[in-house]
C-alpha cells in the first residue's frame, strides 16, 4: 500500500468535493484514523503532512502517545467509558463521542483537576440503530442544556456514523438530518464521513471527515 498516494488521493477528493457544492476545502479537517495502525506507518503519514490523528480506543492511543505525544493534535473518534476519561482528557484535544450527562459530567471533573477546558462534541444517533451510540436527535437539545454549565467542557459540536450501506448516496439524508441540527444549535464542527462515504458528507456539510481505510488500506 502507498500511503503517501493514497493521502494525495484522498486530499484531492475532498478538494473535489468541497468544490462540487461551492465549499472552500481548507476549511475541511482530516482526521486520519490510526486504529490498529502500527507506529511506523502512523509516524510516516506524519512525515507526509498529517497533523491530527484520530483514535478509537484509550488504551491504544495511551501507547501511541507515549512515543508521539504532542507531535500531532489527538482526537478520541470512539466510544469513551467512564473509567478511561482521566486518560483521555490528558491526551486528546476533541472527543467526539460524548452522548450523556454523566459522561459529561466526568469529562468536567477529570479536565478541572488538571486545569483543562475540554473540547467536546456530542454523538447523535441519527440512523436509530440500536448497534450505535450516540443520543436521539431528539433528545440533543435537553443534553445541550444540560452541559452548558459545566465549566470545563466545550460542546463545539455533533458527531455520527451514518449506516453502512452499498451506495454512499444513500448516507445524503442522514448528513442532511445533522446538518440541519449543527446549524439549528450553531456549533462550529460538523464531524461525518469516513472512507466510504466522506464525499457525500462532505457536500451535505462535514467540516472534519475521519478517514483511516482509504488511506492505510
Do not use: C
Amino acid at each position: 500500500m502507498d500511503i503517501r498516494h493514497n493521502l494525495n488521493r484522498v486530499k484531492e477528493r475532498i478538494t473535489e468535493s468541497a468544490y462540487r457544492v461551492n465549499r472552500d476545502p481548507t476549511q475541511i479537517k482530516l482526521v486520519v484514523v490510526t486504529k490498529n495502525i502500527e507506529l511506523f506507518r502512523i509516524l510516516k503519514v506524519m512525515q507526509l503532512g498529517v497533523d491530527t490523528i484520530g483514535e478509537n480506543r484509550v488504551q491504544e492511543a495511551k501507547v501511541k502517545y507515549n512515543e508521539i505525544r504532542n507531535q500531532v493534535e489527538w482526537h478520541l473518534i470512539g466510544h469513551l467509558q467512564r473509567n478511561k476519561v482521566k486518560d483521555a482528557v490528558r491526551i486528546f484535544s476533541l472527543i467526539h463521542s460524548v452522548d450523556n450527562l454523566e459522561l459529561a459530567r466526568e469529562i468536567d471533573k477529570r479536565a478541572a483537576s488538571i486545569g483543562k477546558v475540554q473540547d467536546i462534541l456530542i454523538e447523535v444517533n441519527i440512523s436509530g440503530e440500536k448497534s450505535k451510540f450516540g443520543i436521539a436527535p431528539s433528545n440533543l437539545e435537553n443534553l445541550l442544556l444540560e452541559v452548558k454549565p459545566l465549566a470545563n467542557v466545550r460542546v463545539q459540536g455533533l458527531m455520527t456514523i451514518a449506516p453502512l450501506v452499498d451506495n454512499p448516496k444513500s448516507a445524503r439524508p442522514y448528513f442532511r438530518m445533522i446538518k440541519q441540527l449543527n446549524d439549528k444549535f450553531k456549533l462550529k464542527y460538523l464531524s461525518m464521513g469516513m472512507s466510504n462515504d466522506f464525499e457525500i458528507a462532505i457536500e451535505e456539510g462535514a467540516n472534519i471527515v475521519r478517514i483511516g481505510k482509504a488511506i492505510f488500506g
